[in-house]
C-alpha cells in the first residue's frame, strides 16, 4: 500500500513539474511569440484563407461569444445526424446500428459540450466512422473552444481598458494546432506501443484462458484516448472507458493518462500569470485550488485503501482495500486519486466504477463537480474559478465600505449579478433535475420512458438517490462520469440530462467572458492603499472561504440525503 502511495504522489508531482513549462509555452502561443511550433504558420494561414476569416479581425465580448455559439450549434446539427444514420453509412465492419433520436440528441450535446456522458456503450453504440469523424473531432473543438473563451478573459485582464478580447478563429485554430494536436500524438504514440489498438480492423475472435470464445471490438482507438484526457473530455472508445484493458492497458499507461487529465488545465493557471504578468496572483489560484485537491484526495484514498466495513463485519479480509468496480492493476489507492482527479476537472473518464466508491468517497467526487472549479476543465475550470473571484471581491469590498475593484476596474452590481445567475444556475440544474427524477420515480414508477421509472436504479434506498444526483451533478459540471447503477439509456434521462448539458455548458462561459468584457471597457483606475491585493494569502483564504460557503448553503442538502445518510447508515 505505501508504494502505491508513493505512485501518486510521484504522478502529482510529475504534472506539476510538466505543466509549469507548458504554462509559459501556452502564454507564448497566444501572445503571437515565436515558439517550438511556428512551422504550422502555413497550415493555420491556409485554414483562414478557404474559411473566409481574416484572423487578424477584433472582436469584442458580444462578436467573440456569437462566433463562438454558431460554430457550435453546426456542430451540434452535422453530428446528430450522423449518429442517427451512422448504419447507413461507411466504416462499420462490426454492423452497429443507427442512435434513436433521443439517445443521438444526449450524444451529440454530451461532445459538443465537452462532457462526454455516455448513454450508449461505446464500442457497440459508435461506428469507426462516428467514433472518429464525431466525437474524436469534437473533442478537439470542445476543448479548443474552452481554451479560447479563456484567452478572451486573459485579454481583458491583461489591458488596462480595451474592448478586444482577440480572434475567436485565430486562438480557437491554434489551440488545435499548437496544443492540442501536438500533445495528443505524443500520447497516442505511448498508448499504441503500451497495446491501445489503432487499427480499422474488425473484432477479433480469441479463445481466453478458461477457454471461452469472445469477439474483442478494436479499432482506431488509441487517438480518442490521447485527446480525450488531454481535452478533459472523458469520452471512452470502450464502454468500461479507462478500465478497459485497451484504453489503459497497465500502470505505465495509467500514469501517463492520469498526467495528461488535468496537465493543461493546471498548465493554464501559470499560464495566467505569464500572460498577464501577474506570476503571484496565479500562484494564489494555484495554492487555493490544490489545497482543495489535496484534501479530496486524501479523503478517497483513506477512505478506499481502508476498506468496506460491511465487509469487516463478515470476517473478509480487505488487505489491498475496497476492491469492488477496481481494476488490480490500478489498486485502490490509484483508483481514489483517480477519482479525485477526473471530478477536479471535467474529464469524467474512470479507470474503476465510481458507483463502487464508498459513501463519501462517492460524496467528496459529487462535492468536486459541484464546485466545478479545482483546476477543471480546458478553459473552463478558471472561468468557472473567476466567477468565486468576483464574488469573493465584491463580499471583500462590502466589508471595507467601498466600491469592489478587480484588476484596475471597479465591480459594480452588472457583474455580480451575472456571477450571482451563473452561481444560482448550477444549483437550480443539479437540484431541480434530482428532485424532478426522485418525484418520477417515486410517483409515476410505471411511467413509459423506454424503460420504467421503477427499473432505473439498481440500488434502493440512500444510494440510489446518489445515483440520480450524481448524474445530473455530473451533467451541469460537464463532467460525464456516472454512478453506473443507474438506467441512464431512456427517453427521459436522454432528454433531460441533454437540455441540462445545454445550459450548463453555454451559459457558464456566457457569463464570466460578459464580466470579463464588461469590466475591460470601463475606466481603468491605478492602484492606491485602499486597493484590494488579490495577490496575497489573505486573498486566497477569503476566495476558500467563499468556495466553502457557496458550496455548503447550495449543495448540504442533497448530499445529506444521499452520500452522508448511507455513510452513517453504514455505521450505524
Not at 460 to 487: I, R
Amino acid at each position: 500500500m505505501s508504494m502505491e502511495l508513493v505512485g501518486v504522489v510521484l504522478i502529482f508531482l510529475i504534472t506539476v513539474l510538466l505543466s509549469y513549462p507548458l504554462g509559459r509555452y501556452l502564454a507564448k502561443v497566444f501572445k503571437g511569440e515565436k515558439t517550438i511550433l511556428d512551422f504550422m504558420n502555413p497550415v493555420e494561414k491556409w485554414i483562414f484563407r478557404i474559411c473566409g476569416i481574416d484572423p487578424r479581425k477584433s472582436m469584442n465580448w458580444k462578436e467573440f461569444l456569437k462566433a463562438m455559439l454558431t460554430i457550435n450549434l453546426l456542430w451540434f446539427v452535422y453530428g446528430f445526424f450522423l449518429l442517427i444514420f451512422q448504419d447507413k453509412l461507411p466504416l462499420n465492419p462490426d454492423g452497429n446500428p443507427g442512435q434513436t433520436p433521443d439517445l443521438a440528441f444526449n450524444s451529440i450535446v454530451s461532445f459538443v459540450t465537452n462532457t462526454n456522458l455516455q448513454d450508449y456503450s461505446g464500442e457497440s453504440g459508435a461506428t469507426y466512422l462516428t467514433q472518429l469523424f464525431v466525437f474524436t473531432f469534437l473533442q478537439f473543438t470542445s476543448a479548443a473552444t474552452g481554451i479560447a473563451c479563456l484567452i478572451a478573459l486573459f485579454n481583458g485582464l491583461k489591458e488596462k481598458t480595451t474592448n478586444n478580447l482577440g480572434n475567436f478563429w485565430s486562438i480557437f485554430v491554434k489551440s488545435i494546432t499548437r496544443v492540442l494536436l501536438p500533445l495528443s500524438v505524443i500520447v497516442a504514440v505511448i498508448l499504441v506501443f503500451s497495446g491501445s489498438p489503432s487499427s480499422f480492423d474488425g473484432k477479433e475472435t480469441i479463445i481466453t484462458m478458461q477457454g471461452d470464445t469472445v469477439q474483442v471490438s478494436r479499432g482506431p482507438a488509441a487517438g480518442m484516448i490521447a485527446i480525450k484526457q488531454l481535452g478533459t473530455n472523458g469520452g471512452g472508445y470502450f464502454g468500461a472507458n479507462s478500465a478497459h484493458p485497451l484504453e489503459n492497458p497497465n500502470y505505465f499507461t495509467n500514469m501517463v493518462e492520469l498526467i495528461s487529465i488535468v496537465l493543461i488545465s493546471m498548465a493554464s493557471i501559470f499560464a495566467l500569470g505569464f500572460y498577464i504578468n501577474k506570476k503571484k496572483f496565479a500562484y494564489v489560484i494555484f495554492g487555493v485550488m490544490t489545497f482543495f485537491f489535496v484534501l479530496f484526495c486524501a479523503n478517497n484514498i483513506y477512505f478506499e485503501t481502508k476498506g468496506n466495513p460491511e465487509l469487516d463485519k463478515l470476517g473478509i479480509s480487505q488487505q489491498a482495500g475496497n476492491m469492488e468496480g477496481k481494476e488490480v492493476r490500478f489498486g485502490a489507492a490509484s483508483t481514489a486519486y483517480w477519482s479525485v482527479i477526473t471530478t477536479s476537472t471535467s474529464n469524467g473518464s474512470v479507470n474503476g466504477m465510481h458507483d463502487s466508491l464508498m459513501p463519501l468517497s462517492g460524496g467528496v467526487v459529487m462535492l468536486d463537480m459541484m464546485i466545478n472549479a479545482l483546476y477543471g476543465g480546458v478553459g473552463v475550470g478558471l472561468l468557472n474559478y473567476f466567477i468565486y473571484i468576483i464574488i469573493a471581491v465584491f463580499i471583500a469590498g462590502l466589508m471595507v465600505g467601498r466600491t469592489p475593484e478587480f484588476m484596475g476596474h471597479k465591480v459594480e452590481a452588472r457583474e455580480v449579478k451575472i456571477a450571482a445567475l451563473v452561481t444560482l444556475l448550477c444549483a437550480f440544474l443539479i437540484k431541480g433535475g434530482t428532485a424532478l427524477a426522485s418525484y418520477i420515480f417515486v410517483h409515476h414508477p410505471n411511467a413509459d420512458w423506454a424503460v420504467k421509472p421503477s427499473a432505473w436504479l439498481n440500488n434502493p434506498g440512500n444510494h440510489g438517490f446518489s445515483e440520480m444526483l450524481y448524474q445530473y451533478t455530473s451533467s451541469t459540471a460537464n463532467n460525464g462520469s456516472g454512478f453506473e447503477g443507474l438506467a441512464d439509456n431512456n427517453i427521459f434521462w436522454n432528454v433531460s440530462a441533454g437540455i441540462v448539458m445545454l445550459l450548463a455548458r453555454f451559459l457558464p462561459i456566457i457569463g464570466p467572458v460578459a464580466i470579463a468584457g464588461l469590466l475591460a471597457n470601463k475606466k481603468y483606475i491605478p492602484e492606491s492603499s485602499g486597493t484590494l491585493k488579490t495577490d496575497s494569502v489573505t486573498f486566497g483564504v477569503m476566495t476558500i472561504a467563499v468556495i466553502v460557503i457557496v458550496t455548503a448553503l447550495s449543495y448540504f442538502p442533497p448530499l445529506a440525503l444521499g452520500p452522508i445518510a448511507e455513510y452513517l447508515g453504514i455505521h450505524h
